[in-house]
């Protein structure tokens, strides 16, 4: 994969979600994209203990995702400007043609955006960009694949989702899981609680050492 496209609702999302894999393609060559729906400024965490303010939090939750796309290799960011805990207002339009376009303009092999199935859905934003990024997905001209990361977990009890393993895609991420580790890091405001994230032992066993996706083919690609 060449070109790769990744769309999520906030800061943040990108590395829980698949950021070794987006640090693996990378180191592989490929150009990576991320679209950020918002600037996460509705979260209440602020650091641990507190160092900003309702006021400056969408500034530095920027600068959070912009040091966490550094370590993985991202290499184009841009924020859709979409307040936080709103995405669903701009559903189906105008999101879903602002996504088609971007796919258009940039012709990705991947994308790579929240599906409908387990935990990554239990915010409304995060199933917005979802419904929205397949739609656009779905009617671009542009044919290419679509992955729906999973948690590990739910990878291996893929039956409890009405799915099959074999049908699934799984990266490890050995390599990278560092990475992945060091993004998440940078950001301060949401993860410096979670205590278990800066112990090295405790990290292992939180984050695994693979990703899992549900592969989605494009229409033109299955005829």
Not at 47 to 65: H, I, K, N, S
Not at 159 to 175: A, H, M, N, P, Y
Not at 205 to 211: D, G, Q, T
């Amino acid at each position: 994969m060449k070109r790769i496209l990744a769309i999520f609702a906030h800061p943040d999302d990108e590395t829980f979600a698949c950021g070794g894999s987006l640090t693996k393609w990378a180191e592989e060559g490929a150009e990576i994209t991320l679209l950020c729906a918002t600037r996460g400024e509705a979260g209440r965490r602020m650091g641990d203990p507190p160092f900003t303010t309702r006021e400056e939090l969408p500034q530095v939750r920027e600068a959070e995702l912009r040091q966490a796309c550094e370590v993985m290799g991202v290499q184009y960011l841009h924020f859709l400007d979409i307040k936080d805990k709103e995405v669903e207002l701009h559903e189906p339009e105008p999101l879903t043609s602002i996504l088609r376009d971007w796919m258009e303009q940039l012709k990705p092999d991947l994308v790579v955006t929240f599906g409908l199935l387990g935990r990554f859905n239990y915010h409304a934003d995060h199933r917005a960009v979802s419904r929205c990024a397949t739609e656009a997905f779905m009617s671009s001209s542009h044919p290419c694949m679509l992955y729906y990361p999973l948690f590990p977990a739910e990878w291996e009890k893929a039956s409890e989702l009405g799915l099959q393993q074999k049908d699934l895609v799984r990266i490890e991420i050995t390599d990278t899981w560092e990475k992945k580790v060091t993004a998440l890091q940078a950001h301060r405001t949401q993860m410096e609680q979670e205590k278990w994230l800066w112990q090295r032992d405790s990290a292992r066993e939180r984050i695994a050492m693979f990703e899992a996706f549900i592969p989605v083919i494009h229409p033109k690609l299955e005829k």
